[in-house]
């Protein structure tokens, strides 16, 4: 398979984590996988880990923040690849502080935001016009079930409320529901992701799922058929009420 017939795809965030993880499923299923990192030296670091597994793989500068370097890094897809058939939106961050909407900073809700929303959203408009000369783009955002408002309204007993990271993957979810809106008729799904409780950094790695296990269903929507849903939030139980 030459590097001109095999699929693309674009992770943020994939220097670690559940981002890293998928990029190894992606690999080792043929695809070429771009590792978006705003840190350069750890992206390289990672690139190197996949070819030791015979991936093809490079790293890319992005930093979801500054839409220079999304810009760079497409002008540079387009350039090599001229297309993008799979984009993850993987990049994200919970900060602390982050419990009560009475007690929450409106700093750490812009700092969330900044990421996790505004970074997924300013990701997905650049990447898009490469997404569609792929024969059938699939988009995946790293979301979670706390984005629900159904599951907001009724929670399981105890769990936290974490405004800022709960409003900002909600947010991901409606931006989700409207690219779907947007590209119904054509061959590209949208879809939002939810791993399950996974142990990363963003949670002291305190959590019962492996990165291996969080990535299953993010692997799957980036793999969906011609059939497969659009425009839902997704775990690997199924389909999630928004």
């Known amino acids: 398979m030459t590097e001109p017939t ?27 996988v771009l590792i978006g990192s705003r840190n350069v030296k750890r992206g390289q670091v990672a690139v190197e880990q996949l070819k030791a597994l015979d991936i093809v793989a490079d790293t890319l500068e992005i930093d979801v923040t500054d839409q220079q370097t999304v810009q760079r890094a497409a002008d540079q897809i387009s350039n090599t690849y001229q297309k993008l058939d799979v984009l993850i939106n993987n990049a994200g961050i919970a900060l602390p502080d982050d419990e009560l909407p009475s007690t929450v900073s409106v700093d750490v809700l812009r700092q969330t ?26 988009i995946v955002s790293l979301s979670s079930s706390v984005g629900s408002l159904n599951w907001q309204s009724h929670p399981i007993e105890g769990a936290p409320i974490n405004p800022a990271y709960a409003a900002s993957k909600n947010g991901v979810n409606a931006l989700t529901v409207m690219f779907a809106r947007e590209l119904k008729g054509t061959a590209i799904k949208v879809n939002a992701a939810d791993p399950g409780w996974t142990a990363t950094d963003l949670n002291g790695f305190n959590a019962p799922r492996s990165v291996a296990e969080g990535a299953q269903i993010v692997v799957k929507l980036a793999t969906l058929p011609a059939d497969g849903p659009s425009g839902q939030l997704i775990s690997e139980s199924g389909e999630i009420a928004w």
Request: hydrophobic residues 45%.
């Open 6 to 32: 095999r699929k693309i795809a674009l992770i943020t965030g994939a220097d670690r984590g559940i981002g890293f993880e998928t990029a190894k499923e992606l690999g080792q299923q043929g695809y070429v």
């Open 113 to 138: 935001f900044d990421t996790n929303f505004f970074g997924s959203f300013a990701v997905t408009q650049i990447m898009l016009p490469l997404i569609r000369k792929a024969k059938a783009g699939r």
